[in-house]
C-alpha cells in the first residue's frame, strides 16, 4: 500500500478544459477521461492564462472515479432513455483543479446528453 502524499497539494488553481481522452480507450462504456487543463486565473474582464504550470495533462475527474462499465454516477447505463450517455466535460469549461506529487485531479459534475 502507498502513502498518501499528505500536506503536499497544490491548488486550488482554475483551469480551463482544453480536450479530453477516454482513461480507457479500449473501454467507451466506462465514461471516464483524462483531461488536458490550461491554468487560468480571473482577470479584470475575463479568464487570462496563468504563467506556471500553463498545462496540466492526464488529470483525473475525482466525480468519474466510481464510474463502472455499466453505471455512470450511480445510474445505471440500462435506465437511460434513448441515447443518453455521460459526456465528458466540455472543451472551455473552467474548473478547479489541485496538483500533487501522483498526479492531479479537478472536481466537476459532468452532464448527461443524447437524444430520446
Excluded at 20 to 46: C, I, M, N
Excluded at 88 to 96: K, M
Aim: hydrophobic share 35%; with cysteine; charged share 15%.
Amino acid at each position: 500500500m502507498e502513502a498518501f502524499p499528505t500536506g503536499l497539494f497544490q491548488g486550488p488553481y482554475f483551469g480551463k478544459i482544453t480536450s479530453s481522452a477516454y482513461y480507457t480507450p479500449e473501454d467507451t462504456d466506462l465514461k471516464r477521461w483524462k483531461y488536458e487543463v490550461e491554468v487560468v486565473e480571473f482577470g479584470k474582464d475575463d479568464w487570462n492564462d496563468h504563467v506556471v504550470p500553463s498545462v496540466v495533462s492526464d488529470v483525473l475527474n475525482v466525480f468519474e472515479s466510481g464510474n463502472t462499465s455499466s453505471t455512470s454516477m450511480g445510474i445505471a447505463h440500462t435506465s437511460l432513455p434513448g441515447t443518453y450517455s455521460l459526456q465528458a466535460i466540455p472543451d472551455n469549461t473552467i474548473v478547479p483543479i489541485w496538483i500533487c506529487p501522483i498526479g492531479a485531479f479537478l472536481m466537476w459534475p459532468n452532464q448527461f446528453d443524447g437524444d430520446c
